[in-house]
């Protein structure tokens, strides 16, 4: 985190905090029946995370209209993008944890929310939140065409040929030996498809123009890679008390992770010539992208 | 059936077979990555059913504009929103029939999703399945605003103060006696608002006006309960082999239906009283409400 600008962290921390606060709002109160679904709801989502994937969002918008920050259309609308991919960040999470998944029963140190409620419970929690994301995007306060096309982009990004196909694909994966491309292909959609809808979420709310855009999906898909690198090199190198999850994990699960496949060292370097990609893809972006380059570099030199 | 005219059945058959060639071009191909995750999908969602929810778009779709019967882009609109409402209702009952929930193991005659691949898979299928639904409705060409109400109306649909919540209500109630009120809210949710959702759909993909939106709400609201009232009655009066699910499964599970709550002749009776306020809310529609109206003599006349 050192070499994290204290900028940049307090940005990040606000960020965190004010999504905290839009979720709490989009989310249906507890004493709305049915109210036990509502609860589990509430517990998946609120409470946590780096917020990584709404942090995105605003770094993206601001990223491209700079000059639209305070504006409260422009503030509403990538709020609005930011809960939806929180939204079904949350759901694969409360669904990845079940039994016939990963079967983990801590998450952020806290019960997972099949182990605190059910698992009935947490299947239809999930199940819930994912129309909740599709509807947050459809109040954004944008042209229609722009809700129609972050629609599209988040359903491609949740559906079979992302993260949901990614998921299959890494189940299927337990055991095997892959290709660098088929693990490539493989986080590309589990962790990779989120982390670039939220980018380009950021951009749609935003209205990007063309060179935006490329600029923007260049950095997403080197940062979504990056983010995977990371985490497999976290699992070997963190301690497990800072990763909040047990370190060694993957491995011991026998997953082909970066680390088994090119060794720690090489991971490391593809790690940091990655993060140099993304700076590079939004250097057209200018200041304005400062956010956009804080969060490469939170991603990229984090220790946990 | 003796009581549905036979024009109507040849044109409900010639639906069904339609849809059912929709939905396979909308969803990926066995070939395409991950294969066994596009398999699950395809299993769930093709070949079967009577296809009521696509069914009630077209027939509101027809229902209120159907000079535009025969019109490319207005027969897209309508398979659009009928693929999105059978994917949803596809991976609902995916999600329904697994461990944690009903259990079931067979689904129209067939192993269920979880038996004939696994529980992970089939979790996977549904939660990919639902963001395809919205990825279809995207694609409606119809005026951008439009699909985003379409969405909205989605998205309520199935979210937790729709379907998702429903099945939350049910799994709560087994064993309880609940009131004709709390019965009603809950089967609103869990099987009405799909269907509801539906009707509203064909209505938005023709571009109907505020009157014949009354005239869909309206029908929607009363052929919803309707379906759930005469599920029930059928689980008591219908054979096993008819019905091609265990009849006397609900009583045997403890679950509080219509006919426990009402006994059997009144709920035949509510359901005779519901099938009349559909064909009244149709009314201003005419002759081209005429596929609504056999759809409500379908959904209560029906003997399995």
Known sequence: MSAVLPSFSTWLGARAAHIEHVLDKEM??????????????????????KRVRAALVYAAGYGCADNQSGNPAFERALDCAAAAVELVHAYSLVHDDLPCMDDDSLRRGQPTVHVRFDEATALLAGDALQPLAFDCLAQMPVAPE????????????????????????????????????????????????LLSASVMLGGLAAGADGPQQGALTRYAKAMGLAFQVVDDVLDVTADTSKLGKTAGKDAAANKPTYVTLLGLESAQIMAKKLHREAIEAIAPLGESGRYLAGLADFIVLRDH
């Open 146 to 193: 722009k809700i129609v096309q972050a629609t599209q982009t988040l359903a491609q990004a949740a559906g079979s040929l992302g993260m949901a196909g990614g998921q299959a694909i890494d189940l299927e994966s337990v055991g095997k030996v892959l290709s660098q491309d088929a693990l490539q292909h493989m986080h590309s959609l589990k962790t990779g498809a």
């Open 28 to 49: 249906p109160q507890v004493d709305i029946i049915p109210a036990r679904l509502h609860e589990a709801m509430r517990y998946a989502v609120l409470g946590g995370g």
